[in-house]
């Protein structure tokens, strides 16, 4: 395993409902990235964290917002919740800012917005 | 145009075949390139890098053509086990992206 964790494994909401997702990255990783992967999709990047700063951010609106902590953990949050933010939402973890080869991926928080 | 494209599949091989995936990607400046295994409701785990002068892993073989932008993956020998989704991801500078994957599916 990766040692990424992140919590909860499932969550259930409702529309226009708010929503926070955690992720606590490996021992020694000071780089957070989240992505949504909607079911038949590849997963697409949302934003990453480097050192507790905003490093990057993908194609979405400014309802998804994140935190990273100084222990480099870190916070998805999605305010006002749309059925399509149905999806699994993975964070990955790494000590550089750096590409995909460089990063550990979380199992995931399935989300589903009724 | 999405940036990076795969056949969606599935692939349906029997045991002990060779397959192989196309990405085709539309971004020349893309800088590096990877193929990543999901398996079904887990978490996408990287297979290879993927480099000009092409690649090998055990039974896996990546390349990479730059001129007409796309990568490949050959597996041979194909294992049950090789049962999975096979993601393309392309990176330049700050952007990461993922194809939607090609499903794999070995047949005993």
């Known amino acids: 395993e990766t040692g990424v964790t992140q919590s909860p494994t499932h969550l259930i909401k409702t529309r226009g409902q708010q929503v926070t997702l955690r992720c606590s990255s490996q021992s020694g990783h000071n780089t957070v990235s989240w992505y949504q992967q909607a079911l038949g999709q590849g997963p697409q990047f949302i934003f990453q964290y480097y050192r507790e700063e905003e490093n990057g951010r993908g194609n979405f609106p400014p309802r998804f917002s994140g935190l990273q902590f100084p222990n480099y953990s870190s916070e998805l949050n999605v305010n006002a919740l749309e059925l399509d933010d149905s999806a699994l939402y993975l964070c990955?973890?790494?000590?550089?800012?750096?590409?995909?080869?460089?990063?550990?991926f979380g199992p995931g928080t399935r989300l589903t917005v009724l | 145009r999405k940036e990076v494209e795969q056949d969606p599949g599935p692939f349906n091989v029997p045991e002990g075949a060779t397959v192989a995936f196309n990405c085709t990607y539309s971004?020349?400046?893309?800088?590096?390139f990877f193929w990543y295994r999901q398996d079904c409701r887990k978490e996408p785990k990287l297979l290879m890098s993927v480099y000009s002068s092409g690649n090998e892993d055990g039974r896996f073989t990546a390349q990479l053509n730059r001129a007409s932008q796309y990568i490949s993956l050959l597996i041979r020998d194909s294992k049950l086990s090789d049962s999975a989704t096979y993601l393309c991801?392309?990176?330049?500078?700050?952007?990461?992206?993922f194809g939607k994957g090609t499903r794999l599916h070995i047949l005993p």
């Open positions: 971004n020349s400046a893309s800088q590096s």
């Open positions: 991801v392309v990176s330049r500078d700050d952007k990461i992206i």
């Open positions: 990955a973890s790494s000590f550089l800012a750096g590409g995909p080869d460089t990063q550990y």
